[in-house]
């Protein structure tokens, strides 16, 4: 029987915004919701800009206001991580043996900091497996 490994293609890496510097503010785009009827200010809608590539390695920063997490409501980071950050070690799949890689992929980039021990302190959601 053939031994089969586990490893993460892709998922979403959840921070509080409070443990990660923005250091390319241009990273993240703002939209402004105004009232039509009475132009009051309703909030600022934060969102991520298109996905952007590198060499055709895409990255994405999503900010998402008041996110509900198990500490209560707190702004957050959402960093899109994927295999193909790890480069050469992409058929790997993300696994604890090569997270240090995606950490210096997304450091690499340049848009954002945080430590490496809060980069492995994040949450993974909509996370997709791959079986080898």
Same mark, same amino acid.
């Not at 309703?42 to 991520?48: D, H, L, M, P, S």
């Not at 058929?91 to 995606?102: D, S």
């Given at each position: ?6 490893? !993460? ?12 510097? /923005?250091?390319? @503010? #241009? *990273? ?25 590539? !590198? ?5 994405k ?6 996110? /509900?997490?198990? @500490? #209560? *409501? ?42 490496? @021990?809060?980069f ?13």
């Amino acid at each position: 029987m053939r031994k089969q490994f586990f490893g !993460i293609d892709s998922a979403t890496l959840v921070l509080p915004l409070d443990k990660v510097q /923005i250091v390319n @503010e #241009g *990273a993240v785009e703002r939209s402004i919701i105004v009232g039509e009827s009475t132009g009051e200010i309703k909030g600022v809608k934060e969102q991520g800009a298109p996905p952007t590539r !590198i060499n055709g390695i895409a990255y994405k920063y999503v900010i998402q206001r008041n996110a /509900i997490t198990k @500490e #209560g *409501a707190q702004d957050v980071i959402k960093i899109d991580v994927n295999a193909k950050q790890l480069k050469a070690r992409y058929l790997q799949g993300i696994t604890r043996e090569n997270v240090e890689h995606l950490y210096q992929f997304h450091i690499g980039v340049g848009d954002i900091y945080c430590s490496f @021990e809060d980069f492995l302190s994040g949450r993974l959601i909509d996370v997709d497996f791959k079986i080898d």
